[in-house]
Nanobody, 122 residues
């Protein structure tokens, strides 16, 4: 069984910073990719950032230059550093982990966390 748990959300003023964490545990052999997504009320879930096994990153245009995604393979944890936050960044942030569940490359799966609320308001 695999668990993905996000943490680090909260209320922050515009211009402030937050660091989200995404910890994967259970039957995971190694991480393949980590992605952060967000969903605001009345909107579809959207991609925020991804990082693959080679540490290549991809960002949504709306967060480029403000957010930084990273990962710690040993801890099986992903991070999202969010700076210069804006009210439009308010959303529930979800982590997605793609991971190998054994040494066999065919044994992989995708897992979602439960989400963490980020609210940017004065």
């Amino acid at each position: 069984q695999v668990q993905v748990v996000e943490s680090g959300g909260g209320l922050v003023q515009p211009g402030g910073s937050l660091r989200l964490s995404c910890a994967a545990s259970g039957s995971i052999f190694s991480l393949v990719a980590v992605g952060w997504y967000r969903q605001a009320p009345g909107h579809q879930r959207e991609l925020v950032a991804t990082i693959n096994s080679g540490h290549s990153t991809n960002y949504a245009d709306a967060v480029k230059g403000r957010f930084t995604i990273s990962r710690d393979n040993a801890k099986k944890t992903g991070y999202l550093q969010m700076n210069s936050l804006k009210p439009e960044d308010t959303a529930v942030y979800y982590c997605n982990v793609v991971a190998y569940t054994s040494r066999r490359v065919a044994d992989w799966d995708s897992y979602w966390g439960q989400g963490t609320q980020v609210t940017v308001a004065s």
